[in-house]
């Protein structure tokens, strides 16, 4: 019987072996070999390329494509590809994240930030570096024979990464955080702080699920169904966050916590509270399980990464 014990469990062994395949594949194209076009690897770009993305990480963005592809029995090599780029623009986002001029961290997936471990400049590159390898790994006949389906790969990664997607987002919070007048925090509303989250952490699990649905040459209805999916575990997975940086511990999560209220963040746990969070996070898991419908018993793995989300400890 799948009880909800045997479905964490099943799904804690298949995220732990998409990890797996990732942390081989990133190795893989982060190594020595050059490409086509390619007139070096400078050795401390790699290096820092290569701290900042392999040994670490739950590697969940890269799973959400592997099980969305696997719906539409997309061979897993190349939804693997798409995952590996995907963690490419996760990994460049928290080293440029964690950067003095941004958050100023010292402590990354338990260790020193790139930056620190490196220097400033290389911590920068090896962000860049990662970001542009992402769309190298999607443009990539590998990743699809279809150039078509990699074009539309490519849209929808360049849309989630960027203006009014992930970077976007970063901007919006950097503003919020009275960045660009002073230093005055801005009091954001309901819909600012979603608009604000669904942009900067939204936007890339949305694609996680986007990507396994182009893969997948899926219809219009099931691709409305994984990104109404995507977009549910995004907003659960951030107010996971938000509740963790109150009530996680730095040892277990790997990161300094309680910054948003050192800063003065508006959440949705500052605005609606801890139970109000609470309430609206089991909303979200609900609306997870409910948009994976369409898919039946085959996306029970799916609704089991909804839960593991959203009632995470790290
Ligand atoms: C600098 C362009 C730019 C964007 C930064 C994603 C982001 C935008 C910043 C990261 C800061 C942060 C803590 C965001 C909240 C949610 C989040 C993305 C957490 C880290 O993701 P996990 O938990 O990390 O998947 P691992 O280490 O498991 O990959």
Redesign the pocket.
């Known amino acids: 019987m799948n009880t909800p014990a045997n479905a964490a469990a099943q799904f804690q062994q298949q995220l732990d072996q998409v990890a797996n395949e990732i942390e081989s594949l990133l190795d893989r194209l982060l190594g020595p070999e050059l490409l086509a076009g390619e007139r070096a690897r400078p050795a401390r770009l790699m290096e820092a390329m290569r701290y900042a993305s392999l040994g670490?990480?739950?590697r969940?963005r890269p799973f959400l494509v592997v099980e969305s592809a696997a719906l539409f029995k997309v061979p897993r090599e190349r939804a693997l590809l798409a995952g590996a780029a995907l963690e490419c623009i996760?990994c460049y986002?928290?080293v440029?994240?964690d950067l003095p001029a941004?958050d100023n961290d010292d402590l990354r997936?338990g260790r020193p930030t790139t930056h620190k471990a490196f220097d400033e400049a290389t911590g920068i590159l090896a962000g860049d570096g990662l970001l542009t390898l992402a769309f190298d790994i999607v443009a990539r006949p590998e990743t699809h024979p279809d150039p078509a389906i990699r074009s539309n790969l490519v849209l929808a990664l360049a849309r989630g990464s960027g203006i009014g997607g992930?970077?976007g987002?970063?901007i919006l919070d950097l503003g919020a955080e009275g960045r660009f007048n002073g230093g005055k925090v801005q009091a954001l509303g309901q819909s600012e702080i979603e608009t604000l989250q669904g942009m900067?952490?939204g936007a890339l699990l949305r694609f996680a699920c986007t990507a396994g649905a182009i893969l997948g040459g899926a219809n219009a209805t099931q691709r409305t169904a994984l990104e109404r999916y995507g977009a549910a575990v995004g907003e659960a997975f951030?107010i996971a966050?938000d509740l963790l940086d109150v009530e996680g511990d730095a040892a277990t999560v790997g990161k300094a916590i309680g910054k948003d209220a050192a800063l003065n963040k508006g959440t949705l746990v500052t605005l609606l509270g801890i139970t109000g969070a609470k309430e609206r996070l089991a909303a979200r898991v609900a609306e997870a399980e409910e948009a994976l419908a369409p898919f039946g018993k085959d996306a029970d793995i799916l609704k089991a990464a909804a839960h593991f989300v959203a009632y995470r400890q790290a």
């Open positions: 670490g990480g739950k969940f996760h986002s928290l440029h994240d941004m997936r992930m970077v987002g970063q900067k952490t951030q966050d």
